[in-house]
């Protein structure tokens, strides 16, 4: 006779895989944060953005982690690493490339690389997202908010 004092175990969902993800990347974030100052919310200091958004984020985790736990959902589908590795090549890229490639080709760039995780991505429409975000990111922070980015790559000038 099975010993029925025993909890099943809780099946992995969707709702508490995602939880417990927000949860690892909220802990990160409150790690990272934990030697700068707050300051308050009227003057804030360099940590207090962190602070707050990975509260936010341990929030948003533990909601789904207890949804997940409450009411087990569909398992997740098995994991495809290609595009998580191409996400992280895309932001490798950009972090490498803004100062020595400029601003436009290191975007269209990280949209490129980024679309290859997709088996299903189609050129010429990517193309024409990448000359579009190339432009807006462009405007937005080197015009507008005076991001000092340099626009084109060392050596044109520009």
Known sequence: MPNSSRRPRPRLSNDLMLGLLLLAVAAIGFSAGTGLKLGSATRMGPGYVPLLLSGLLAI??????????????????????????YILAAIAFFIFGAERLGLIATVAGVVFIAAVGDRRARWRPLALWAAFLAVATTGLFVNLLGVPLPVWPKGWGG
């Open 60 to 85: 948003l985790g533990a909601a789904h982690v207890l949804l997940g736990l409450a009411r087990p959902g569909p398992r997740p589908e098995r994991l495809d690493a290609r595009p998580f590795f």
